[in-house]
């Protein structure tokens, strides 16, 4: 090893970029970060893929293949709530 590295042109930040994805920061309330884990380690993907989806499904209309403005009324349409039967988001199917 070196006694000393020259950093003087070295660059911060993720080395590959992920194409078709954009870093950003958002600020969600904890009950929903909470949920979305939950839900996301029973189903065996990552929180932010269950989430990602969950916003897809609203801006795409649930299956509908040309995209919507997002708009509050197009979220608030996919607010997450439980399932009081089987305790899963709302608008996902019931297994109870």
């Known amino acids: 090893m070196r006694d000393e590295y020259d950093f ?10 992920s194409l078709g994805k954009s ?8 009950d929903i970060i909470e949920h979305s884990r939950a839900q996301a ?6 929180y932010q893929t269950l989430i ?3 916003l897809r499904k609203a801006v795409m209309g649930a299956g509908k293949a040309e995209a919507k403005p997002l708009t ?4 608030a ?4 709530k439980n399932c009081t039967r089987c305790n899963r988001i709302a608008g996902d199917r019931c297994i109870a």
Not at 41 to 46: A, D, F, I, L, N
Not at 77 to 80: G, K, L
């Open 23 to 30: 870093r950003m920061t958002i600020m969600l309330d904890d």
């Open 41 to 46: 380690e029973s189903e065996g993907v990552g």
């Open 77 to 80: 349409a996919f607010s997450v």
């Open 52 to 54: 990602n989806s969950i």
């Open 8 to 17: 003087s042109k070295g660059k911060r930040g993720a080395i590959i970029p």
């Open 72 to 75: 509050v009324a197009t979220l």
